[in-house]
């Protein structure tokens, strides 16, 4: 059974970073691709980033271009959203999903970042 599990989340004061990871298991799951995703109180669900597993090619929302980072670490079967420049409207929970190649989505229970001074 594909798991999704997401760590990093936490407070962080406006302009700081913050680097959220998501490790998928079994180890033998190999997604087609990985991305981030948020939902903010009262609001929908949102892509943030999204990284193509063979490719590295990387897509983001235009409300984080130029501040948050998608990597991934295919030894470690790890993928990372780092956060830097952060605002309040940041805030949200953060959803790791993976994406398989028969178009099956996965999904993380979420880590919730708080963006306040």
């Known amino acids: 059974q594909v798991q999704l599990v997401e760590s990093g989340g936490g407070l962080v004061q406006p302009g700081g970073s913050l680097k959220l990871s998501c490790t998928t298991s079994?180890?033998?799951?190999?997604?087609?691709?990985m991305s981030w995703h948020r939902q903010a109180p009262g609001k929908e669900r949102e892509l943030v980033a999204a990284?193509?597993?063979?490719?590295?090619?990387?897509n983001y929302a235009d409300s984080v271009k130029g501040r948050f980072i998608i990597s991934r670490d295919i030894a470690k079967n790890t993928v990372y959203l780092e956060m830097n420049s952060m605002k309040p409207e940041d805030t949200a929970v953060y959803y790791c999903?993976?994406?398989?190649?028969?178009?099956?989505?996965?999904w993380g229970k979420g880590t919730l970042v708080t963006v306040s001074s």
């Open positions: 990284v193509t597993s063979a490719t590295g090619r990387t």
């Open positions: 999903k993976a994406l398989n190649n028969y178009g099956v989505n996965y």
């Open positions: 079994p180890f033998t799951f190999s997604p087609y691709a």
